[in-house]
């Protein structure tokens, strides 16, 4: 069984930084891309950033030259350095990884979610 569990959140002010982290655990041969998403109250879940294993970086252009997004292969770990956060930045965050399982074909998984709230 592979699980994501999801780290960090919570309230920031506007102009102020938050960093998630995401750390995936269970029966994993190797992960693929991995990626934040993010659903405001109303609206569709929508991509954040993703990263594949070898590093190549995508960002929304809603988040591009704020956010920045990293993984470590060796800890199963991907991270969201969030700056200059914005009130639209408030959003459940949940993390997404392609893994493939042992013994399994590849799938996506996803974290439970985590809130982020950017108000003064």
């Known amino acids: 069984q592979v699980q994501l569990v999801e780290s960090g959140g919570g309230l920031v002010q506007p102009g102020g930084s938050l960093p998630l982290s995401c750390a995936a655990s269970?029966?994993?041969?190797?992960?693929?891309?991995m990626g934040w998403y993010r659903q405001a109250p109303g609206k569709q879940r929508e991509l954040v950033a993703t990263?594949?294993?070898?590093?190549?970086?995508n960002y929304a252009d809603s988040v591009k030259g704020r956010f920045t997004i990293s993984r470590d292969n060796g800890k199963k770990t991907v991270y969201l350095q969030m700056n200059s956060m914005k009130p639209d930045d408030t959003a459940v965050y949940y993390c997404?990884?392609?893994?493939?399982?042992?013994?399994?074909?590849?799938?996506?998984?996803w974290g439970q979610g985590t809130q982020v709230t950017v108000s003064s």
């Open positions: 997404n990884a392609n893994v493939v399982p042992l013994g399994a074909s590849p799938r996506d998984y």
């Open positions: 990263i594949t294993s070898l590093g190549r970086t």
């Open positions: 269970g029966s994993i041969r190797w992960i693929n891309d």
